[in-house]
């Protein structure tokens, strides 16, 4: 086991709505990245969060937006759910140096499974 | 941005054999080369890893290589386990500044007993 936890361990929602998602970084990280892994694929980078801001982030819409709390866990909200949002999502927790720059190992949490109707 | 191969997407082996899954990536500045083992229903685990100052790195059955020069990092298991089915993936990465982390598309691996 890593460390990292999330919440919750499913959901199901229907298109439209809203859904929040939570992360508990591994004592010690400071750096969460939030990812999505759809059924057959490679988890897809949304954005990494270092120090409570978001510094980097992939080719997600707007409507995927995240927070960093002062005790480093973090929250991934999707708006405006569609079908394709329906995935795996995952969080990975690291520790980074002054930059934020992530070359740190990353270990996963164990995903909040999302299924959008 | 990096572009992430690998190659193959499937591999089947007999168990006892070995496997080795290879790993082409874009960019030249990337320094951290790490293999992750994601078993169904399950997180991505992290397996070994390598960094642009070493060649290779061994830990028991599993071993990664790395060719710089030709941008491309391998996954070595030998005497092949059932347990060792599931997909792997690997995830280049750049330094400091390259905050983005681009996994391959994975390989699943079958180990026939």
């Known amino acids: 086991e890593t460390g990292v936890t999330q919440s919750p361990t499913h959901l199901i929602k229907t298109r439209g709505q809203q859904v929040t998602l939570r992360c508990s970084s591994q004592s010690g990280h400071n750096t969460v990245s939030w990812y999505q892994q759809a059924l057959g694929q490679g988890p897809q980078f949304i954005f990494q969060?270092?120090?409570?801001?978001?510094?980097g982030r992939g080719n997600f819409p707007p409507r995927f937006s995240g927070l960093q709390f002062p005790n480093y866990s973090s929250e991934l909200n999707v708006n405006a759910l569609e079908l394709d949002d329906s995935a795996l999502y995952l969080c990975a927790s690291s520790s980074s140096g002054t930059s934020g720059g992530a070359r740190n190992t990353q270990y996963f949490g164990p995903g909040t499974r999302l299924t959008v109707l | 941005g990096e572009n992430v191969e690998q190659h193959p997407s499937t591999l089947s082996v007999q168990e006892g054999d070995s496997a080795v899954i290879k790993c082409t990536y874009s960019?030249?500045?990337?320094?951290?080369f790490p293999w992750y083992k994601q078993e169904l229903g399950k997180r991505p685990q992290l397996i070994i890893d390598i960094r642009s100052n070493v060649g290779e790195k061994k830990d028991q059955r599993i071993a990664v290589t790395l060719n710089k020069t030709a941008k491309h990092f391998s996954l070595h298991i030998t005497e092949t386990q059932p347990e060792d089915s599931a997909v792997y993936f690997c995830a280049p990465r750049p330094p400091s500044g390259g905050f983005k982390t681009i996994f391959g598309a994975g390989t699943r691996l079958f180990v026939k007993a």
């Open positions: 969060y270092y120090r409570e801001e978001e510094n």
């Open positions: 960019d030249s500045a990337s320094n951290y």
